[in-house]
């Protein structure tokens, strides 16, 4: 069997593209990547190939980008080049010269598979890793330090990522680009062992072979067992936070001593590894469960929090506190804020006192004046809770009302003439009541906005 008949079986086998699918391939001219172009270009797909120029090797780097060019010509590809100034992302983002270059190519390969979409279907992004690269990732993954997911190797898929190399061994790819006559460039920095992965590979693995002369081989067989390993990992993960969990819209509601109660790190970390949390967070993780109500800590990136409320601890994004402001000119207006809707309307007053409920609020027309201001709360605001004389700072009220710091986030208040004349869900201010004196009555209702 030749690699291209192995190459279009696999990637048919794990869908991981299929025909008339648009391709980005990354090529840098080396030779996984090279072989991978010719694979694809045989197997019929539509692709443009972009190559990252980052601009460390002077004269070599611009040796790459001409074959690049050339070997796009030669097969009738068209050529995406970047130019890159790594060493100076690496300076500002405080990050190695090889981090600085994967975020830099992965970011531009993500733009330029929108860009260059093909009848409004965005390309897959191709990378070439092999399977030799596979064994050297998760060998350095176990010395490092890593879960289960690390053992498990690169993903063949990642969004809108593939890896159909991933089978095929250095070895293997090689000897078919000697036999097609494909040509290649070497990268020198390749040879260098100051980079870990050349480090592992010229050094580490060739000294473990001297005793286990398989050791590639049993790398990859580890890789597939830790894989289907994972998977089932993955469903019991999953079967246990739908039990032990709530999912209230964004949020994620975990009672904290039950959380306690499983005594496992491994579990907390898959609890939480999915919202950003890491291994280095499990621990204080743990130290929240048993703190007083109020505490939480952030993810690593700031997407989320962990808030520990009474009983709970209650995953929810971070949103914004900066007050929005809408304003409501006049009577009948519908008013969209955030994913809900406020509309409004004036009527003569019967004498009774209608009754509202925590979406509908009835206030005396005449002490509630337009125009109106729907609002995020903000700290300093107060009002005259309903039934109550004095009056009562916000941030007190959600207190007594036991609101979590998500909820507190989320409040809204409406505003006439400088005074909060009803916190959204809560409660109106006396002083806009209606009474059996009032004339006119201005009925507000907020409802959730239709998708």
Request: aromatic share 10%; proline share 4%.
């Amino acid at each position: 069997m030749s690699l291209f008949h192995d190459f279009t079986a696999h990637y048919r086998d794990q869908d991981l593209m299929r025909s008339g699918d648009p391709l980005l391939l990354a090529v840098s001219g080396g030779l996984d990547s090279v072989v991978l172009t010719y694979l694809c270009k045989q197997a019929g797909f539509d692709c443009i190939i972009a190559h990252c120029n980052f601009q460390l090797r002077a004269e070599e780097s611009e040796r790459d980008e001409q074959f690049v060019r050339e070997l796009g010509a030669s097969l009738n590809m068209p050529v995406h080049l970047k130019r890159f100034d790594t060493l100076q992302y690496a300076e500002q983002h405080s990050c190695s010269v090889q981090e600085a270059a994967r975020a830099l190519r992965y970011a531009w390969f993500h733009e330029l598979s929108v860009s260059e979409k093909m009848k409004d279907q965005e390309r897959l992004i191709l990378t070439a890793h092999q399977a030799s690269d596979n064994a050297e990732t998760v060998l350095m993954h176990f010395v490092r330090g890593t879960g289960l997911a690390g053992l498990a190797g690169i993903p063949a898929r990642q969004g809108k990522i593939r890896r159909p190399l991933l089978p095929f061994t250095r070895n293997s790819i090689q000897q078919y680009a000697k036999a097609e006559g494909y040509s290649f460039v070497e990268d020198s920095s390749n040879a260098a062992e100051k980079y870990t992965r050349n480090y592992f590979r010229h050094t580490i693995i060739p000294a473990i072979g001297k005793v286990f002369p398989a050791v590639e081989s049993n790398l990859l067989d580890n890789i597939e067992r830790l894989k289907a390993t994972g998977a089932l990992y993955d469903q019991l993960v999953e079967g246990l936070r739908k039990k032990t969990g709530r999912t209230k819209g964004k949020e994620w509601h975990v009672p904290a001593k039950q959380l306690l109660s499983f005594n496992n790190r491994a579990l907390v970390y898959a609890f939480y590894a999915p919202y950003g949390f890491g291994e280095k967070q499990v621990d204080e993780i743990l130290k929240l469960a048993v703190s007083e109500s109020g505490k939480y800590i952030r993810s690593p990136d700031g997407r989320y929090r962990i808030i520990h409320h009474r009983h709970w601890l209650i995953t929810a994004p971070v949103e914004s506190t900066e007050a929005a402001n809408y304003i409501i000119e006049r009577a009948g207006e519908i008013i969209r804020f955030g994913d809900r809707v406020i509309e409004t309307k004036i009527s003569e007053a019967t004498g009774k006192i209608p009754a509202g409920d925590e979406y509908t609020v009835h206030l005396d027309a005449d002490t509630a004046l337009f125009p109106l201001l729907i609002r995020k709360w903000k700290t300093g605001d107060y009002f005259y809770p309903l039934g109550m004389r004095k009056k009562k700072k916000l941030a007190r009220f959600f207190i007594d009302q036991k609101l979590s710091k998500t909820d507190k986030e989320k409040a809204w208040v409406l505003e006439s003439a400088q005074r909060v004349a009803w916190v959204v869900g809560q409660r109106i201010d006396d002083r806009m009541k209606v009474t059996p004196s009032t004339k006119k009555i201005l009925t507000v209702t907020v409802r959730q906005e239709r998708p």
